[in-house]
């Protein structure tokens, strides 16, 4: 007699979701809401005019930053006043307010150049573009910023000007 091998049918199997549903159901929304989504500013950024527009013939405000010191001023006049660092850091606050005697007796003018030795650093390019840009101004008891010199350009400082009497000597 030949036996034959029984054969077991395959069963159908059920698949239980349900436990993976739940976790979607809690993770997704937990993750939308925790995920943080990058945010980009742009800055627009101009190359220093040499001749100056027509707004800027008679004013041109500008910040020299050297290693030691900011110089605020109009590049047409030379610097209204070199503000020495404190502490070995930047005096911005210092430099946003002569910023703004600038603007209270020029109202018009919406130009400023920043101009940087070679060796500062990026994060005070950054300050000074922020003190630049605007100032703290209170109104009905809320500070607020108001604006200052929202057009920004960027270029090298000149060299420091050399003593003459000092280079006589060393000839």
């Not at 159901?25 to 005019?49: E, G, H």
């Amino acid at each position: 007699m030949k036996r034959r091998h029984l054969r077991k049918r395959p069963q159908e199997v059920e698949i239980h979701i349900t436990a993976f549903l739940n976790l979607m159901v809690v993770l997704i929304p937990f993750l939308l809401i925790t995920a943080v989504f990058s945010q980009v500013a742009v800055l627009d950024l101009f190359v220093p005019d040499e001749q100056g527009s027509t707004e800027q013939s008679t004013v041109q405000a500008r910040i020299v930053i050297r290693k030691q010191h900011l110089e605020v001023g109009n590049a047409n006049t030379g610097p209204l006043e070199i503000i020495t660092n404190k502490n070995n850091n930047y005096d911005f606050e210092t430099a946003n307010q002569r910023l703004q005697d600038i603007k209270t007796k020029h109202p018009a003018i919406r130009h400023i150049t920043l101009l940087l030795e070679d060796d500062v650093d990026y994060e005070s390019l950054i300050h000074a573009m922020d003190h630049a840009r605007y100032f703290n101004k209170t109104i009905n008891g809320q500070k607020i910023k108001a604006e200052l010199f929202p057009a920004i350009s960027i270029g090298s400082a000149p060299p420091l000007a050399v003593d003459k009497a000092k280079e006589g000597g060393n000839q």
